[in-house]
Protein backbone atom coordinates (compact mmCIF):
# COMPACT_ATOMS: atom_id res chain seq x y z
CA UNK A 1 0.00 0.00 0.00
CA UNK A 2 2.64 2.54 0.94
CA UNK A 3 4.73 1.68 -2.15
CA UNK A 4 1.90 2.23 -4.21
CA UNK A 5 1.65 5.69 -2.90
CA UNK A 6 4.49 6.83 -3.09
CA UNK A 7 6.77 7.27 -6.29
CA UNK A 8 10.77 8.10 -7.38
CA UNK A 9 11.13 10.08 -10.51
CA UNK A 10 14.05 11.95 -12.38
CA UNK A 11 12.68 15.91 -13.16
CA UNK A 12 13.74 19.00 -15.00
CA UNK A 13 11.99 22.23 -12.70
CA UNK A 14 10.04 23.89 -15.14
CA UNK A 15 7.85 26.02 -13.24
CA UNK A 16 7.30 27.19 -9.53
CA UNK A 17 4.66 29.24 -7.97
CA UNK A 18 3.66 30.20 -4.77
CA UNK A 19 0.68 28.01 -3.22
CA UNK A 20 -0.81 28.55 0.03
CA UNK A 21 1.28 30.06 3.11
CA UNK A 22 4.22 28.78 2.71
CA UNK A 23 4.23 26.03 -0.26
CA UNK A 24 5.42 26.21 -3.62
CA UNK A 25 3.38 24.58 -6.38
CA UNK A 26 6.28 22.84 -8.82
CA UNK A 27 6.06 22.10 -12.47
CA UNK A 28 8.67 19.80 -13.50
CA UNK A 29 9.08 16.98 -16.69
CA UNK A 30 10.27 13.65 -16.41
CA UNK A 31 11.53 10.86 -18.59
CA UNK A 32 8.75 8.56 -17.72
CA UNK A 33 5.59 10.27 -17.24
CA UNK A 34 5.95 13.74 -18.89
CA UNK A 35 4.96 16.76 -17.38
CA UNK A 36 3.78 16.82 -14.03
CA UNK A 37 2.62 19.14 -11.16
CA UNK A 38 3.00 18.75 -7.51
CA UNK A 39 3.45 20.75 -4.07
CA UNK A 40 6.17 21.53 -1.78
CA UNK A 41 5.15 21.96 1.50
CA UNK A 42 7.06 24.27 3.55
CA UNK A 43 9.29 25.07 0.26
CA UNK A 44 9.08 28.97 0.98
CA UNK A 45 10.30 28.77 4.52
CA UNK A 46 14.02 29.93 5.13
CA UNK A 47 14.83 26.69 6.55
CA UNK A 48 13.13 24.06 4.51
CA UNK A 49 16.08 21.40 3.02
CA UNK A 50 13.54 21.05 0.17
CA UNK A 51 13.89 24.47 -0.90
CA UNK A 52 17.33 24.45 -2.22
CA UNK A 53 16.75 21.37 -4.13
CA UNK A 54 13.86 22.74 -6.17
CA UNK A 55 15.45 25.24 -8.23
CA UNK A 56 14.35 26.53 -11.67
CA UNK A 57 16.23 24.24 -14.35
CA UNK A 58 17.96 21.90 -12.14
CA UNK A 59 17.54 17.98 -12.54
CA UNK A 60 16.59 16.54 -9.82
CA UNK A 61 15.71 13.52 -8.28
CA UNK A 62 12.33 13.13 -6.71
CA UNK A 63 10.42 11.41 -4.20
CA UNK A 64 6.65 12.15 -4.07
CA UNK A 65 3.47 10.75 -2.75
CA UNK A 66 0.17 10.39 -4.58
CA UNK A 67 -2.19 12.95 -2.92
CA UNK A 68 -5.97 13.49 -3.36
CA UNK A 69 -5.87 15.96 -6.37
CA UNK A 70 -2.15 16.93 -6.15
CA UNK A 71 1.66 15.21 -5.54
CA UNK A 72 3.62 16.24 -2.87
CA UNK A 73 6.94 16.23 -3.34
CA UNK A 74 8.35 14.48 -0.19
CA UNK A 75 12.15 14.60 -1.24
CA UNK A 76 14.46 16.16 -3.63
CA UNK A 77 17.53 15.78 -4.29
CA UNK A 78 20.08 17.82 -7.09
CA UNK A 79 21.63 16.19 -9.82
CA UNK A 80 22.39 18.96 -11.62
CA UNK A 81 22.06 22.83 -10.53
CA UNK A 82 22.60 24.48 -14.30
CA UNK A 83 24.28 27.26 -11.95
CA UNK A 84 25.45 29.39 -14.99
CA UNK A 85 21.41 29.42 -15.77
CA UNK A 86 20.77 31.28 -13.08
CA UNK A 87 23.75 33.53 -12.21
CA UNK A 88 23.30 35.20 -16.04
CA UNK A 89 20.47 37.51 -16.63
CA UNK A 90 20.74 36.47 -20.18
CA UNK A 91 20.95 33.04 -20.16
CA UNK A 92 18.17 32.65 -17.25
CA UNK A 93 16.14 34.34 -20.28
CA UNK A 94 17.17 31.74 -22.42
CA UNK A 95 16.50 28.88 -20.44
CA UNK A 96 13.33 30.24 -18.97
CA UNK A 97 11.88 30.20 -22.53
CA UNK A 98 13.12 27.02 -23.62
CA UNK A 99 11.36 25.89 -20.30
CA UNK A 100 8.42 27.62 -21.53
CA UNK A 101 8.23 26.09 -24.97
CA UNK A 102 8.35 22.31 -23.37
CA UNK A 103 5.60 23.45 -20.90
CA UNK A 104 3.42 24.78 -24.17
CA UNK A 105 4.42 22.43 -26.40
CA UNK A 106 3.65 19.53 -24.33
CA UNK A 107 0.34 17.87 -22.32
CA UNK A 108 -0.08 16.95 -18.52
CA UNK A 109 1.38 13.38 -18.67
CA UNK A 110 2.70 13.19 -22.07
CA UNK A 111 5.51 10.81 -21.85
CA UNK A 112 8.45 12.25 -24.00
CA UNK A 113 11.87 10.80 -23.39
CA UNK A 114 13.52 12.41 -26.56
CA UNK A 115 12.13 16.50 -25.24
CA UNK A 116 13.43 15.28 -21.51
CA UNK A 117 16.86 14.80 -23.11
CA UNK A 118 17.10 17.73 -25.26
CA UNK A 119 16.00 20.24 -22.53
CA UNK A 120 18.61 18.48 -20.73
CA UNK A 121 20.89 19.19 -23.16
CA UNK A 122 20.19 22.55 -23.98
CA UNK A 123 20.53 23.96 -20.72
CA UNK A 124 24.18 22.46 -20.73
CA UNK A 125 24.60 23.98 -23.81
CA UNK A 126 22.69 27.02 -22.72
CA UNK A 127 25.14 27.67 -19.72
CA UNK A 128 28.36 27.79 -21.69
CA UNK A 129 27.35 28.83 -25.20
CA UNK A 130 28.51 32.47 -26.75
CA UNK A 131 25.76 32.39 -28.83
CA UNK A 132 22.63 31.75 -27.31
CA UNK A 133 20.37 32.67 -30.10
CA UNK A 134 22.10 29.69 -32.11
CA UNK A 135 21.39 27.54 -29.03
CA UNK A 136 17.75 28.54 -29.55
CA UNK A 137 16.93 28.25 -32.70
CA UNK A 138 18.81 24.81 -32.92
CA UNK A 139 16.47 24.12 -29.62
CA UNK A 140 13.04 24.96 -31.39
CA UNK A 141 14.22 23.36 -34.49
CA UNK A 142 14.67 19.87 -32.76
CA UNK A 143 11.74 20.82 -30.46
CA UNK A 144 9.38 21.31 -33.31
CA UNK A 145 10.48 17.72 -35.13
CA UNK A 146 9.57 15.54 -31.77
CA UNK A 147 6.10 17.03 -30.98
CA UNK A 148 5.34 16.83 -34.76
CA UNK A 149 5.43 20.20 -36.13
CA UNK A 150 8.83 19.88 -38.31
CA UNK A 151 8.75 23.06 -40.41
CA UNK A 152 9.00 21.90 -44.21
CA UNK A 153 12.29 23.37 -45.75
CA UNK A 154 13.26 21.50 -49.09
CA UNK A 155 10.05 21.38 -50.71
CA UNK A 156 7.32 24.04 -51.13
CA UNK A 157 4.47 23.69 -49.13
CA UNK A 158 1.90 24.48 -52.21
CA UNK A 159 3.13 22.92 -55.12
CA UNK A 160 6.20 20.25 -53.92
CA UNK A 161 8.54 21.50 -55.90
CA UNK A 162 12.22 21.44 -54.83
CA UNK A 163 13.13 25.26 -53.24
CA UNK A 164 15.74 26.70 -54.91
CA UNK A 165 18.90 28.92 -54.10
CA UNK A 166 16.82 32.42 -54.10
CA UNK A 167 14.63 34.38 -52.16
CA UNK A 168 11.51 32.72 -51.44
CA UNK A 169 8.76 32.86 -48.58
CA UNK A 170 8.02 31.21 -45.17
CA UNK A 171 4.30 30.80 -44.41
CA UNK A 172 3.49 29.95 -41.03
CA UNK A 173 0.39 28.72 -41.05
CA UNK A 174 1.08 26.19 -43.67
CA UNK A 175 4.11 24.85 -42.03
CA UNK A 176 7.11 25.85 -44.07
CA UNK A 177 8.46 27.42 -47.37
CA UNK A 178 6.46 28.72 -49.78
CA UNK A 179 8.57 28.89 -53.60
CA UNK A 180 8.51 32.57 -55.21
CA UNK A 181 5.63 31.76 -57.62
CA UNK A 182 3.56 30.29 -54.75
CA UNK A 183 5.11 32.87 -52.08
CA UNK A 184 4.44 36.06 -53.81
CA UNK A 185 1.31 38.22 -53.05
CA UNK A 186 0.36 35.67 -50.31
CA UNK A 187 -0.50 38.29 -46.76
CA UNK A 188 0.83 35.83 -44.49
CA UNK A 189 4.27 35.00 -46.16
CA UNK A 190 6.94 36.56 -44.97
CA UNK A 191 10.26 36.50 -47.78
CA UNK A 192 12.93 34.04 -46.35
CA UNK A 193 16.61 35.15 -47.52
CA UNK A 194 19.08 32.20 -48.79
CA UNK A 195 21.11 32.55 -45.95
CA UNK A 196 18.68 32.55 -43.57
CA UNK A 197 17.27 29.19 -45.39
CA UNK A 198 20.57 27.77 -45.93
CA UNK A 199 21.11 28.19 -41.49
CA UNK A 200 17.67 26.77 -40.99
CA UNK A 201 18.12 23.63 -42.83
CA UNK A 202 22.04 23.25 -41.21
CA UNK A 203 20.09 23.25 -38.16
CA UNK A 204 17.73 20.87 -38.72
CA UNK A 205 19.62 18.46 -40.07
CA UNK A 206 22.97 18.46 -38.03
CA UNK A 207 23.89 18.00 -34.59
CA UNK A 208 24.65 20.53 -31.83
CA UNK A 209 28.88 20.10 -31.92
CA UNK A 210 27.94 21.18 -35.91
CA UNK A 211 26.00 24.00 -35.57
CA UNK A 212 27.85 25.43 -32.08
CA UNK A 213 30.77 26.71 -34.94
CA UNK A 214 27.97 28.80 -37.05
CA UNK A 215 28.86 32.34 -36.68
CA UNK A 216 25.89 34.60 -37.46
CA UNK A 217 25.96 38.37 -38.26
CA UNK A 218 23.02 40.02 -36.21
CA UNK A 219 21.28 41.04 -38.99
CA UNK A 220 20.29 36.89 -39.63
CA UNK A 221 20.18 35.97 -36.32
CA UNK A 222 16.89 38.81 -36.30
CA UNK A 223 15.64 37.60 -39.83
CA UNK A 224 15.60 33.71 -38.06
CA UNK A 225 14.28 34.56 -34.75
CA UNK A 226 11.42 36.31 -36.45
CA UNK A 227 10.79 33.44 -38.82
CA UNK A 228 10.58 31.19 -36.09
CA UNK A 229 8.81 33.37 -33.63
CA UNK A 230 6.01 33.46 -35.62
CA UNK A 231 5.89 29.78 -36.90
CA UNK A 232 5.84 29.05 -32.80
CA UNK A 233 3.22 30.90 -32.23
CA UNK A 234 1.13 30.40 -34.86
CA UNK A 235 1.39 26.42 -33.55
CA UNK A 236 0.57 27.49 -29.85
CA UNK A 237 -2.42 29.82 -30.77
CA UNK A 238 -3.99 27.54 -33.17
CA UNK A 239 -3.60 25.00 -30.48
CA UNK A 240 -4.88 27.02 -27.74
CA UNK A 241 -8.36 27.36 -30.22
CA UNK A 242 -8.22 24.03 -30.64
CA UNK A 243 -8.12 23.30 -26.87
CA UNK A 244 -10.72 26.18 -26.42
CA UNK A 245 -12.67 24.60 -29.21
CA UNK A 246 -12.81 20.92 -27.68
CA UNK A 247 -14.26 22.20 -24.77
CA UNK A 248 -16.81 24.33 -26.05
CA UNK A 249 -18.03 20.95 -27.87
CA UNK A 250 -17.74 19.01 -24.70
CA UNK A 251 -19.63 21.17 -23.27
CA UNK A 252 -22.83 21.40 -25.47
CA UNK A 253 -22.51 17.48 -25.88
CA UNK A 254 -22.96 17.65 -22.55
CA UNK A 255 -26.03 19.53 -22.70
CA UNK A 256 -27.70 17.33 -24.94
CA UNK A 257 -27.32 14.22 -23.39
CA UNK A 258 -28.38 15.76 -20.10
CA UNK A 259 -31.13 18.01 -21.87
ZN1 LIG B 1 5.37 26.49 -54.91
Known sequence: MNRERLYRTEAIILKRSDFGEADRLVTFFTPQRGKLR???????????????????????????????????????????PFLPLREDLLRTTYAYYAAELVDRFVGDEDENRP??????????????????????????LRLLALVGYQPQLFHCVNCQAQIEPVINFFHPGEGGVLCPRCGEGRSEAASLSLNALKVLRFLQTRDYDTIRLLRIRPALHAELETIMLSYITYILERNLKSVDFLHHLRRQMQAAVEG
Do not use: C, Y
Not at 123 to 138: E, I, K, P, S
Open 38 to 80: AVAKGARKPSSRKSGHLELFSHTRLLLARGRNLDIITQAETME
Open 115 to 140: VFDLLLAAFGWLGRAGDMALVARFFE
